[in-house]
């Protein structure tokens, strides 16, 4: 018979990657400000998925210290594509230049300081977007996310077990928009820890 490990938590959480010292330090940025960021193993999850897509224009959309954007930066660079990540505050947008400029990451990536409700829906094309701002802006950003991603790309949707994410959930399994996959997730040092992510391609 079959058998699970006796703590899985404690299990995955062993097996979570490594976090190199530029991922250490802006997680300890952010979280001495209480801004809360994705973690290694959500991170790793984006730069895999730009990879295996063969990604090279990808939108972020909630930038903070830049802690999410390294590891889809990182992807941009290897694959000499751009990703243009915004965050509606000023303070955070300069801080996230800084640390990925020290990163190396300062071509690979363009910080935009805007109201993602705002953005001009005009050629977006994005391969990838990835959703990481407050959720009660998610059902009205699902418009914007679904305009700016060419036919085939994918959307990613962080925190969506929040309460304030249920009316987009339900819009993206039902809009007949994006095939949609919602997963409830134990993602080590994750804010919280078990959080749901969506995945969904542009039909
Ligand atoms: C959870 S943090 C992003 C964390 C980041 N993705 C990471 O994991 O490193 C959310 C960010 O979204 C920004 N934000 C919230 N609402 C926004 C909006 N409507 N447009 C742009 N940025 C927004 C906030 O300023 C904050 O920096």
Do not use: W
Request: aromatic letters at 6%.
């Amino acid at each position: 018979m079959p058998r699970v490990v006796a703590d899985p938590e404690a299990y995955f959480r062993i097996l979570a990657p490594e976090r190199m010292e530029a991922e250490l330090d802006l997680a300890l940025q952010a979280h001495e400000r209480g801004v809360p960021v994705i973690g290694p193993v959500m991170g790793r999850l984006l730069e895999l998925l730009c990879r295996v897509m063969g990604a090279g224009r990808v939108l972020e959309l909630g930038t903070a210290v830049g802690y999410s954007t390294l590891f889809l930066g990182r992807a941009m660079r290897d694959a000499r594509g751009l990703l243009l990540s915004v965050d509606m505050h000023e303070a955070h947008c300069r801080e996230a230049r800084g640390n990925l400029e020290r990163e190396g990451l300062g071509d690979s990536c363009l910080v935009v300081c805007a109201d993602a409700r705002t953005l001009p829906l005009g050629k977006g094309n994005f391969d990838l977007v990835f959703l990481d701002v407050d959720q009660r802006y998610y059902l009205e950003l699902e418009p914007v996310c679904h305009a700016l991603l060419r036919p085939g790309g994918l959307l990613v949707a962080d925190n969506t077990s929040f309460v304030d994410a249920h009316a987009f959930n339900v819009l993206l399994r039902d809009g007949g928009r994006f095939d949609a996959v919602n997963l409830f997730a134990f993602l080590p040092n994750h804010a919280p820890e078990q959080d749901g992510i969506c995945l969904a391609r542009k039909k």
